[in-house]
């Protein structure tokens, strides 16, 4: 359980240049209008400075909570003057005594492990967290491209149907066909405008949620996007499922049950006493005469009530309660890499199968309907319905592909993996 804490963060001369660097990095190609790939918003997204303080905040928290379970209490100093009277003159007492609690039952070296297993759940739930920024920086990037290639499509769309207006209004200056034609045609050029200005905005918008994870000045504008909806293809399911143990979040909650299990073993040693040891001087000064010798002390509770009996069976009702939260966040998780390997694998293929079967057709249904429309063949409605088949079959293919993209990214996230 220990090598959690191989995913530690680095000392802070490391992570201050981590930091410089993928800042310069995003800065740079922001600047220079270079294209914007899923790696540079991965890597500004994970060098955030409010991330990285929850992450090493709640890290050095646990971390001090490890050391200050293996501190020593601290040693007493006691002083005691007496003074009495009497026939023979005063009598003064003075009592010098340092005295130390030890630690004979091995409970504090247990503590402190136990603290040491807390700290390695600290860190796992970090990279897990860390996991889960770079997912929603990849779901932010890939909603960008997705509403680009959506804008991009309707405006295609729009910028057809003003051709076909030009044709028409040339037509019905010639009379050759009617002016319901041309008002059905205008009407639905104008539509296409206020859903390319929509689609605009909603381009707008994803750009802004993805600007804040690069870390990026509000009001810097969009630059050009490098990146591909389809999604790779998974590795077997086997695969996935063989890195299921290894996901950050698990061995946080296996950390938190090794730690109960061994607060449990530490208060089970409830029945042996904590000595405390004195040692000190004591001074006695009469009229005439003064004395002084060595104070030697041992101390112990007596552990007829208390023997630990209430704090083991409560970390061993932790220890149950945290293990029966593992399995059934494991089996959740396993439920999870198989529906979506099986959700991811499906919507690749028919995201592919539809782009390659229906939107090549729809495209060159769109170019025989305008060549039927200019021979006077086929009329307005039947123009406008082939171009409005092909932006839906567009916009089909697109989300099905970005589907296929935001299952892959769920199972990437589900296996565990970190982003590097």
């Known amino acids: 359980m220990r090598d959690i804490t191989a995913f530690a963060w680095p000392n802070s001369a490391i992570r201050t240049i ?9 800065s ?8 914007l790939t899923e790696a540079v918003a991965v890597q500004s997204a994970l060098s955030r400075d409010s991330l990285r303080d929850a992450g090493e905040g709640a890290v050095d928290a646990s971390r001090a909570e490890a050391d200050e379970a ?11 003057r007496d003074r009495t009277g009497g026939q023979g003159g005063a009598t003064v007492q003075n009592t010098y005594r340092l005295s130390q609690p030890v630690d004979i039952s091995g409970r504090r070296a247990l503590r402190q492990d136990a603290a040491g297993r807390r700290l390695d759940a600290t860190v796992a739930e970090t990279q897990q967290r860390r996991g889960e920024a770079a997912a929603e920086a990849r779901r932010a990037f890939y909603t960008l491209v997705l509403r680009m290639q959506q804008r991009e499509a309707t405006a295609a769309w729009s910028k057809k149907l003003v051709e076909a207006e030009g044709v028409l209004t040339k037509l019905v200056r010639g009379r050759e066909v009617s002016g ?3 008002k059905r045609l205008t009407r639905e050029r104008i539509a296409a405008e206020v859903k390319v200005r929509a689609a605009s905005a909603e381009m707008n918008a994803a750009w802004e949620r993805l600007r804040a994870f690069l870390t990026l ?8 996007v490098e990146g591909a909806l389809p999604p790779p293809p998974s590795l077997g399911l086997e695969d996935y499922l063989s890195r299921l143990d290894q996901r950050h979040d698990l061995l946080a909650i296996r950390a938190r049950a090794s730690a ?13 006493p904590e000595l405390t040891v004195g040692a000190g001087l004591k001074q006695v000064t009469q009229a005439e005469r003064e004395d002084q010798g060595v104070l030697l002390s041992v101390s112990a509770p007596l552990p007829l009530f208390d023997r630990g009996q209430v704090a083991s069976r409560k970390a061993a009702a932790q220890t ?3 293990m029966g939260d593992f399995r059934l966040a494991r089996d959740k998780a396993e439920g999870e890499i198989r529906g979506l390997w099986r959700q991811s694998t499906e919507l690749r293929e028919a995201a592919r199968l539809f782009r390659e079967s229906s939107l090549a057709p729809s495209r060159e249904l769109s170019r025989i309907a305008e060549g039927a429309y200019r021979a006077g063949e086929m009329g307005i409605l039947e123009l406008l319905d082939a171009y409005k088949s092909q ?12 589907n296929a993209r935001e299952a892959h990214i769920a199972l990437t996230l589900a296996a565990g993996e970190l982003p590097q």
């Open 260 to 272: 109960s299990e061994i607060e449990q073993r530490a208060a089970d040693r409830g029945w042996i």
């Open 28 to 35: 740079t190609w922001a600047m220079a209008g270079e294209r």
């Open 70 to 80: 293996g501190l020593w209490p601290n040693p007493t100093f006691e002083y005691e």
């Open 180 to 182: 319901y034609d041309a």
């Open 320 to 322: 149950r309660a945290t």
């Open 391 to 402: 932006l839906e079959a567009e916009t089909t293919a697109l989300d099905l592909e970005f």
């Open 217 to 224: 000045p509000v009001g810097t504008g969009m630059t050009d």
């Open 18 to 26: 981590l930091a410089a660097s993928a800042f310069t990095l995003a």
